[in-house]
């Protein structure tokens, strides 16, 4: 079935830089995508989220870029801190289906 | 944050036995889920709730049932459990599209 996918399980990133997280997804009918935080022991948390209607939308620090032509999602973390260490998943949905496809996740390594 | 509370929050049990995790939401959202987490796996959903006696299956929902009797709260049973049912369970809520996640059940089956 359609599935949102992860390039990198684990990235990590030197405090201060900007880090980068990549989600490719394969419904090329959905027109909703969000990105979530999860902390170590705790639920996710919403972070930004995008229509299809859109190609960027920007948050505090945060940025997420689709492009929906390779079907490519992204989320831009400025200035890494150590309190951005998390696994980071992305997810789909389609119309007005309220089910969420999720990815896999990828962790965030804050280098000191 | 919202006002999600999830019940146990851990639990041991044995295979073969009844367990029920519950779900309490203060914040009047209309749609309640419940989701497995497991390493390599992402979160799955197990069933979804869009009201109050209405509830529909996820993908892994095989060996669950759910109940929503009020919108406040939201059961997951688990009628014998198996050890592949050992995971970390977590009750999300939404009302326009974004979910909010409570803290999370990890439960082990032996």
């Known amino acids: 079935g359609e599935s949102v996918g992860l390039h990198l399980p684990t990235l990590s990133v030197q405090e201060g830089d900007n880090s980068i997280i990549n989600c490719a997804y394969s419904?090329?009918?959905?027109?909703?995508f969000i990105w979530y935080k999860q902390e170590s022991g705790k639920g996710p948390q919403f972070i930004i989220d995008?229509?299809?209607n859109m190609d960027k939308r920007q948050g505090q620090r945060v940025t997420v870029l689709l492009n929906k032509t390779v079907k490519h999602l992204s989320l831009q973390i400025a200035a890494t801190q150590p309190g951005d260490s998390a696994v980071y998943f992305c997810?789909?949905?389609?119309?007005?289906?309220?089910?969420?496809?999720w990815g896999a996740g990828t962790k965030l390594i804050i280098k000191p | 944050d919202a006002g999600i509370t999830q019940s146990p929050r851990h639990k041991v049990t044995e295979t073969g036995t009844p367990v029920t995790l519950r779900c309490h939401q203060t914040?009047?959202?209309?749609?309640m889920y419940w989701y497995r987490q497991d390493p390599g796996h992402g979160l799955r959903l197990i069933h979804y709730?869009?009201?109050?006696?209405?509830?529909d299956k996820g993908e892994v929902s095989d060996g669950y049932s759910v109940s929503r009797s009020k919108t406040e709260d939201f059961l997951l049973t688990l009628e014998s459990a198996t050890s592949s049912q050992t995971s970390v369970y977590f009750c999300?809520?939404?009302?326009?599209?974004?979910?909010?996640f409570g803290e999370g059940s990890r439960l082990t089956v032996l």
């Open positions: 997810a789909e949905k389609t119309g007005s289906n309220y089910q969420l496809i």
């Open positions: 419904n090329s009918a959905s027109d909703y």
């Open positions: 995008i229509r299809s």
């Open positions: 914040e009047n959202h209309r749609y």
């Open positions: 709730s869009y009201g109050v006696k209405d509830t």
């Open positions: 999300a809520i939404s009302d326009t599209g974004e979910l909010f």
